[in-house]
């Protein structure tokens, strides 16, 4: 699919990126664009996947600067985070892969005013959940036709790795509950595109 659903929420999620961040999380990184996003705003990114055939390449792209870029090939749910110390925490389709739970050891990761962001995938379970998700078929249809248009006018789309991609099976009702009961104060919206965006504030 030639329109990417995840980097037409980029804006959205580096809006949230609070005043005067220097320190970011990006949980499941895959080819570090979101990562190098950050960077180019100064903040020092741990960029983590356990997905070896994405990070090496998005090693070699460095990062665009003033801030810094170390990727770490690993699971989040084993790897040491350092508690109290990021400003901004981010799961960009990556929270399906983990059990719900982990966000529990993300938010301790959080330092006091620190956002975590997850933009996320799961099945609907109201009314209005479908039809936020209905209505973004002939969205996708649209953007689908004109990116694929683009990429024929510039010669066709450069192949790039794929990391493992897996189905989710959490319901929006779960998430909302886990959510309300691990990351209280946390807002959940629905998006176009078959997304949520759970944001938590840590006070």
């Keep these: 699919?030639?329109?990417?659903?995840?980097?037409?929420?980029?804006p959205l999620l580096l809006r949230l990126v609070p005043p005067g961040a220097r320190r970011a999380l990006d949980v499941g990184c895959g080819m570090g664009e979101f990562a190098r996003k950050l960077a180019a705003r100064g903040l020092d990114v741990d960029a983590i996947d356990p997905a070896g055939e994405v990070l090496?390449?998005?090693?070699?792209?460095?990062?665009p600067g003033p801030g810094t870029i170390t990727y770490h090939r690993a699971d989040v749910t084993e790897h040491p985070l350092p508690p109290r110390h990021y400003d901004v925490i981010t799961c960009i389709a990556s929270l399906h892969h983990l059990p719900f739970d982990t966000v529990a050891t993300l938010r301790?990761?959080?330092?006091?005013?620190?956002?975590?962001?997850?933009?996320?995938l799961a099945r609907p379970s109201t009314p209005r959940d479908r039809a936020v998700w209905l209505a973004s078929l002939p969205l996708n249809y649209v953007a689908q036709a004109?990116?694929?248009v683009a990429e024929r006018l510039n010669g066709g789309a450069d192949p790039v790795p794929e990391a493992p991609i897996r189905d989710w099976d959490m319901s929006l009702n779960h998430i909302r509950r886990e959510a309300a009961r691990?990351?209280?104060?946390?807002?959940?919206?629905?998006l176009p595109f078959w997304r949520y965006l759970l944001v938590y504030r840590r006070m």
């Excluded at 998005?58 to 990062?63: I, P």
């Excluded at 691990?182 to 629905?190: A, D, T």
């Design 56 to 63: 090496e390449p998005a090693k070699a792209l460095g990062s």
């Design 146 to 148: 004109v990116v694929s």
């Design 108 to 120: 301790d990761a959080l330092a006091p005013g620190g956002v975590l962001a997850v933009l996320g």
């Design 182 to 190: 691990l990351l209280p104060g946390s807002r959940i919206q629905v």
């Design 1 to 10: 699919m030639p329109f990417d659903h995840n980097t037409h929420y980029h």
